[in-house]
């Protein structure tokens, strides 16, 4: 396993840099090991199960094409790049740059892109509502970043990269193998490949506010009698019939804000790990988790996270829930950091592992193996 450990004051980026300003750490990643080639990736591409895309541009214009690719798909000339999303999920080697990002929860993380490019070759001027950091493989990119960018940001209206119209550079890096640059959401970024190379983009996710609002108000909804009514004591003789007033608008508002008091951790877990994936079709009987191999390990793309509420553990997956005794974080820790467990090491930390297990099988979040 490479250890790949990121040049980086972590206590300081975070003060200063996370999702604020963009940052470039050259030689982020000393005698940087690239894990894996162009050749490899072209290979990926030709994955109908994968989301893979070539962008052209011809100089004067900017277009895409959908995988799955062929070999006849690369036999082509000018500028072009190929981009490949989740290449984590079937590379260990790739996998493992994540783990120079564990100080942010992982379940923040998303997947890791890969992109080869011709010289000249990009993905255009553009903005990403996510944190992401490139990463610099083989060859050499010049890197332009501008500024902030939002929904009104002007956009090319010929293509549907959702390209930028007007680009502005406030910074030029030129990256080598190994370098790292963070961009925040929102700041415009534009990557241009100096002879032919390869990159890689650790992308993280966050969930829509409105996602988080409706999983919230839909958990909250199932708990609530139906008697729950609006109610409104020592009310003031009306006035105008038919009039709604300001006093009514606070009472209601009131009474729903005391609605947010509510601790239940669910419908965050449940939020940040939703998937659209569909997990695997829950068995009539429990399997015989002994039986099933000798390890457990997490599944490649899984989402996974857990919350401590002081007398259990709620574990999340898939956008589901299940809980489980305090005895039981080690192997949640274990799993959720990708480490592989062996299973009987898993079943003595407490009775309900076995339980816990069927049921992290049952929502895909986990393999078994020899």
């Known amino acids: 396993m490479t250890d790949y450990r990121l040049?980086?004051?972590?206590?300081?980026?975070?003060?200063?840099?996370?999702?604020?300003?963009?940052?470039?750490?050259p030689g982020g990643f000393s005698q940087f090991d690239v894990p894996a080639d162009a050749d490899e990736l072209a290979g990926l591409a030709m994955d109908p199960d994968l989301d893979s895309r070539i962008v052209i541009n011809d100089g004067q214009s900017w277009r895409q094409e959908r995988g799955p690719f062929t070999q006849d798909s690369y036999q082509r000339t000018g500028?072009?790049?190929?981009?490949?999303?989740?290449?984590?999920?079937?590379?260990?080697?790739?996998?493992?740059?994540?783990?120079?990002?564990r100080?942010?929860?992982?379940?923040?993380?998303?997947?890791?892109?890969?992109?080869?490019?011709?010289?000249?070759?990009?993905?255009?001027?553009?903005?990403?509502?996510?944190d992401v950091f490139i990463i610099q493989g083989d060859g050499q990119r010049r890197w332009q970043v501008g500024g902030f960018c939002d929904s009104a940001s002007a956009l090319l209206d010929n293509t549907d990269l959702r390209l930028l119209?007007?680009?502005?550079?406030?910074?030029?890096?030129?990256?080598?193998?190994?370098?790292?640059?963070?961009?925040?959401?929102?700041?415009?970024?534009y990557g241009t490949s100096v002879g032919e190379s390869t990159?890689?983009?650790?992308?993280?996710?966050?969930?829509?506010?409105?996602?988080?609002?409706?999983r919230w108000a839909d958990n909250r909804l199932s708990t609530m009698e139906d008697d729950a009514l609006f109610s409104d004591p020592q009310r003031e003789p009306a006035t105008r019939s038919g009039e709604i007033t300001q006093t009514d608008l606070?009472?209601?508002?009131?009474?729903?804000?005391?609605?947010?008091?509510?601790?239940?951790?669910?419908?965050?877990?449940?939020?940040?790990?939703?998937s659209a994936a569909a997990p695997q079709s829950p068995r009539d009987e429990a399997l015989e988790v002994e039986t099933q191999g000798t390890w457990v390990t997490r599944a490649p793309g899984s989402r996974l996270a857990w919350h401590a509420t002081g007398d259990e553990l709620l574990v999340f997956a898939h956008g589901?829930?299940?809980?489980?005794?305090?005895?039981?974080?080690?192997?949640?820790?274990?799993?959720?950091?990708?480490?592989?467990?062996?299973?009987?090491?898993?079943?003595?930390?407490h009775d309900a592992a076995e339980a816990l297990l069927n049921w992290l099988h049952d929502e895909g979040a986990i393999l078994f193996y020899d």
């Open 7 to 25: 040049d980086l004051n972590v206590e300081r980026f975070l003060a200063k840099h996370w999702q604020r300003q963009h940052l470039f750490i």
């Open 79 to 101: 500028s072009w790049t190929l981009l490949v999303q989740g290449v984590d999920q079937h590379w260990d080697e790739a996998a493992e740059l994540l783990n120079s990002v």
């Open 103 to 130: 100080f942010l929860p992982n379940w923040r993380l998303d997947d890791i892109m890969m992109s080869y490019a011709t010289d000249g070759g990009s993905a255009g001027p553009h903005y990403d509502n996510y």
């Open 165 to 189: 119209a007007d680009f502005e550079p406030k910074a030029e890096y030129l990256m080598s193998a190994g370098d790292v640059l963070y961009v925040p959401p929102g700041i415009a970024h």
């Open 199 to 214: 990159s890689f983009s650790i992308g993280f996710r966050a969930p829509r506010q409105s996602d988080l609002l409706a």
């Open 250 to 274: 606070n009472r209601a508002r009131a009474q729903l804000l005391r609605m947010f008091d509510d601790t239940d951790p669910r419908w965050f877990g449940e939020a940040i790990t939703n």
């Open 320 to 349: 589901n829930t299940h809980d489980a005794p305090l005895a039981l974080q080690s192997v949640l820790e274990a799993l959720c950091d990708h480490q592989d467990m062996a299973v009987t090491e898993a079943l003595q930390a």
